[in-house]
């Protein structure tokens, strides 16, 4: 699966939380954000609302590129969702929703779903699917809520909560790829580039986040 032209990653997303964790994999991707109204799609499945997100988000980047002979292009579009009681939760609307979501998660549990959408746009191939981990919510206090919700964090993402943040001491455990609960399965990035017939190690940068010097194997 070597790659005899260099490969681009491009992120169709402003998350820096995503742009974090590939970082930390040795990818340095640019960033474009997609500008796609997430309200226009509508559906009572989540995995299939978050994958259509992630398409439409990797295809409206990929409109916007050329393909050059000398570089090869892909386009990851990426939308995660929260599956709670039957409900499917984005980001909370305002505070008092995300309020009113911590009273109902609490104690509980629920499964947060990530679409991932890889475009090759040099070859005009698609590869996508979705990841799902279960997350389950520690049994927090009104006052937890009230000091979390004003910090604002829970505003900017998918279920009102992260991983990766202040949100962390508030989950008591999870089934599936922690990844998947920041925005990004890397397990699952892997997979769609073997389908497109690419290896991970392709898009590995010379330097690791580390300092030390990394052989491209790709």
């Known amino acids: 699966m070597s790659n005899p032209v260099p490969l681009r990653l491009v992120l169709a997303s402003q998350s820096p939380a995503r742009r974090k964790l590939l970082h930390a994999a040795g990818i340095e991707p640019d960033v474009l954000v997609s500008g796609v109204d997430e309200s226009q799609v509508v559906s009572d499945r989540a995995e299939e609302l978050c994958l259509e997100l992630a398409r439409l ?12 002979p000398d570089e090869r292009t892909l386009v990851l579009g990426c939308d995660s969702v929260l599956g709670f009681d039957g409900e499917i939760f984005g980001k909370p609307t305002d505070a008092a929703d995300a309020t009113r979501r911590w009273e109902r998660m609490r104690g509980r549990s629920g499964v947060l779903h990530t679409g991932h959408c890889l475009i090759d746009v040099t070859h005009e191939a698609r590869a996508e699917a979705v990841a799902s981990t279960t997350v389950h919510f520690a049994d927090v206090s009104d006052e937890e809520i009230a000091a979390y919700v004003a910090t604002g964090e829970p505003l900017a993402v998918a279920g009102a909560f992260t991983i990766d943040g202040l949100g962390g001491a508030f989950l008591t455990g999870i089934e599936g790829d922690p990844g998947t ?30 300092g030390q010097e990394v052989e491209h194997l790709g």
């Open 57 to 68: 988000k990797a295809q409206a980047v990929a409109g916007r590129l050329r393909a050059t």
């Open 181 to 210: 609960v920041v925005g990004l399965s890397l397990p699952l990035l892997r997979s769609l580039l073997t389908e497109l017939e690419l290896s991970v190690t392709d898009l590995w940068t010379k330097v690791a986040p580390g």
